[in-house]
Each structure stands twice: as C-alpha cells, then as structure tokens.
C-alpha cells in the first residue's frame, strides 16, 4: 500500500486535532457538572470513546494538554474571560458548556503558540455551532477575538492575517 499523499496526513492531523478540541470541552464539561478531577474525567472520556467507535479519534496529546492545562489555570482563565464579557455578564452566568468552551479555547489561545489565534478562535467557534443555534456562537467569536488581540497582538497587527 502507498503512502498516503502529504496533503492527505495533515487533514487527517487537522481531523484528529478538531476532534481534541471538541473531547476536551465535552470533558472540562463532564468535570464542571460533576466535580471529578482532570485524570479521572479524562479516564472516563477515554473508556466512553472506546466503547463507542463512532466518535472521532482525538490527538490524544492534545486532549490531555487542553483539560489538563484548562484545569490548572482555570483561575487565571476565568478571569481573562470575565474580562472580555460584557459588563453585564460574569463567567458564573455562563451555561457549563459556554464556560468549557470559553476556558479550553482561551487556554489554548494563552499557551499554544503554535496554534494561530484565528484557527483556534474558528475551531472553537465551529464547536459552539455544534451545541447552539442561537447567539452563543457570536458570543464565542467576540470574547475569543479580545483575550487572542490581548494576548497575541501581533497576530493582528496590519498584514498579519495573510500569515495565520
């Protein structure tokens, strides 16, 4: 059998990477509704995918740096979120989904450089599309847009968007 052509790998790596995003927030989720710790709810994760096929295969290195990271810096991420809420808002007045979403995207935004800020901003978007058909997924692309101009700049400085 060949090798499947370069282009062909790296959507299946840009596959797997979506679907680590999506596990992630599902189990930061999990753990917000029922107070298990980070290794066990990743545990549980990873037991429920082996039993049902159907889910897509996540970057499991991935996966486990977002909720293990989203968890440990969760203090620091709430505040950077309650930051880019309107004024009218608080994280606590967020849905649990709204708050995992918001916590894995703005830790990946903060601690993944190798993630342009637009792609994750985009993935996270496209999640939020997944769980809600109302305002939510705009209210992700506005809160997103202000922690990555806050924390990556330079990404959006004039003629930077041609490199992300």
Do not use: C
């Not at 939020?128 to 400085?157: C, K």
């Amino acid at each position: 059998m060949t090798e499947p052509p370069a282009r062909h790998k790296a959507n299946i790596s840009a596959t797997r990477r979506s679907a680590a995003r999506l596990a992630a927030v599902q189990t930061l989720y999990s753990m917000d509704m029922t107070g298990l710790d980070a290794g066990t709810a990743l545990a549980e994760f990873k037991e429920r995918r082996e039993e049902d096929r159907r889910m897509a295969d996540p970057d499991d290195e991935l996966m486990n740096f977002l909720v293990m990271g989203t968890d440990n810096d969760r203090n620091a991420l709430d505040s950077l979120i309650g930051e880019s809420l309107s004024r009218d808002w608080t994280i606590e007045r967020l849905e649990a989904v709204l708050r995992a979403i918001l916590r894995a995207a703005s830790f990946e935004i903060k601690s993944r450089p190798a993630t342009p800020a637009r792609v994750a901003i985009s993935e996270y978007v496209d999640i939020a599309h997944a769980f809600y058909e109302g305002p939510e997924p705009g209210l992700v692309n506005a809160v997103l847009d202000r922690i990555a101009r806050t924390l990556r700049p330079d990404e959006f400085a004039p003629g930077a968007g041609a490199r992300s």
